[in-house]
């Protein structure tokens, strides 16, 4: 059982660059998110899928789209990368509303030059 | 939005001994569900422990346990006997009942000493 796989594990591009990241998981999970890390800053809400069909905005929104493509599948965005995104990126899922908590993916170092 | 506070940035503990890492939250909601999660150099996230706000009981996973004080929007970890596998970045977690966001704290990394 994968849970929830990310790929790539790491990437580097230069400023002005696009890159999806990847995210798939297999445990029939209805909700699915897109967080960054940053050092002293925890874990930042970029996007989410509360449910297949549906996306919402996080608290970082600007500069990422996504993509929820079926119920497994959620995707991530940079359409320009700007030093500002260098972070790791990480991508979660859950069965839904109520206290079932989140499952990580093993995350996306991702640097911008 | 809710938020999540960890004041403490570091901390250290002797192995064998015990440590309490520290955690509030700011929230209008009654009803919601706290988290602890463990992320060792390797970068995974783990889930240590998950508290029901609706339940007085503190919850117990093995060496960890929590104090949950509603009242005062408390929900601190206690890890007993500390091993040298307990260091790593500890981050408290914060979800809605009703919304499906989780919102974290800036987290507390702890090293352990041989």
């Known amino acids: 059982n994968a849970g929830v796989t990310q790929t790539p594990k790491f990437q580097v591009l230069k400023t002005g660059q696009s890159m999806t990241l990847q995210c798939a998981q297999d445990m029939n999970h209805n909700s699915m998110y897109w967080y960054r890390q940053d050092p002293g800053m925890g874990l930042r809400l970029i996007y989410y899928?509360?449910?297949?069909?549906?996306?919402d905005k996080g608290e970082v929104p600007n500069g990422y789209n996504v993509s929820r493509l079926n119920k497994r599948e959620f995707s991530l965005r940079l359409e320009s990368a700007a030093p500002s995104q260098t972070s790791v990126y990480f991508c979660a899922s859950t069965e839904g509303p109520g206290g079932s908590p989140l499952h990580f993916g093993n995350g996306t170092r991702l640097t911008v030059t | 939005a809710q938020t999540v506070t960890q004041s403490q940035p570091e901390m250290s503990v002797q192995e064998a001994e015990t440590v309490t890492l520290s955690c509030t939250y700011d929230t209008s909601e009654s009803d919601y569900y706290l988290f602890w999660y463990k992320q060792p150099p390797s970068r995974q996230m783990i889930l240590v422990i998950r508290q029901e706000a609706y339940k007085q009981q503190n919850a117990t996973e093995n060496r960890f346990s929590v104090n949950f004080q509603k009242a005062a929007k408390s929900f601190s970890l206690k890890i007993s006997d500390s091993q040298l596998g307990d260091a790593a970045m500890y981050f408290c977690a914060y979800r809605s009942a009703v919304l499906n966001k989780f919102y974290f704290g800036s987290g507390t990394k702890l090293n352990v000493k041989p």
């Open positions: 899928s509360a449910s297949e069909g549906t996306t």
